[in-house]
């Protein structure tokens, strides 16, 4: 509808300027516009979950758990957690290879862009390979532009030559930055919840909590609207306890949180199908080693 579109906050008439909205991205495929500075929805976007995964799982083989904010892939076995030493990108693009454990892999992935309306969020272009569609007139002011990329993989047993597991794992793209340290004044952490979509917001200089909201479903990308573009912003995916008490009693928490540098760098969670915890820190003993490394190029 180029008329209108989905607000949670029809009361809310304060402006809020394009370079101050956040976009987040949650795990069940909303992407939400809110005020950096007061956390209010402006406009809601639905779209297709980022995971989509097989639902017939048989018991016998390992379990494979996709961690949506990165696309990293684990092998959960005999209550063993393994890493994959790619995520589900690197293994697209090296695609077709094959491991160690004869695992054939496949893949292919699609991009696609839109144009959005940054006051309204509506779709004004969708650009594809195919070329691009215009849904509604363009608007005289600016548009968002918002990359999305769709990866889909198919693991094969070499012996038997059955489909062991596909995923297809949705990533949205935004400004590559010039400098590592480009949100060194950002001014503001985000922390997560890692079993749902509670976020706190803290001013990183006062370290008072400037909002907070629950989205439903994991949060699994935030982005800051400026000038260039989309910019992806770090934020910390903690525990519901930990996240708890940053809302009732946060100070002390919260001073400790943000002494962590990077604070983003935590612990890694694995959100589907279960809350597993591994810490970044902690080399990986099990990975499973690709026998066509990701930078030959394929001939065929």
Known sequence: NCDHTEQDNKTNNTLILPDSLLIISTLDGVLYAVSQ??????????????????TDIAHDRPMFLPDPVDGGLYAFSNNVLKKFRYTIPELVAASPTRDSDGILYTGKKSDSWYAIDPETGVKHLTI?????????PLPTQSVIFLGKTEYNLDMFDSVTHR??????????????????????????????SSSDGAVVTVDTNTG????QSNYGSPVVGIYHNVVSGL??????????????AISTDGSEVIRHLLSVDPVDELMLVILHPYPLTT??????????PLTTPLHTPHTH
Request: hydrophobic share 35%; aromatic share 12%.
């Open 208 to 211: 008072s909590i400037l909002w």
């Open 37 to 54: 500075r007061t956390g209010l929805v402006k406009w809601i976007i639905h779209e297709e979950p980022i995971l989509k995964l097989p």
């Open 163 to 192: 489909k062991r597991w596909n995923v297809t794992y949705v990533d949205y793209s935004s400004h590559i930055s010039d400098s590592e340290d480009s949100f060194q004044h950002y001014g503001l952490q985000h922390f997560c």
């Open 128 to 136: 594809t390979a195919s070329g691009a569609d215009n849904v509604c």
């Open 231 to 244: 910019h992806k912003v770090p934020f910390a995916i903690v525990g519901q306890e930990t996240l708890a």
């Open 279 to 288: 810490p970044l820190h902690t080399p990986h003993t099990h990975t499973y």
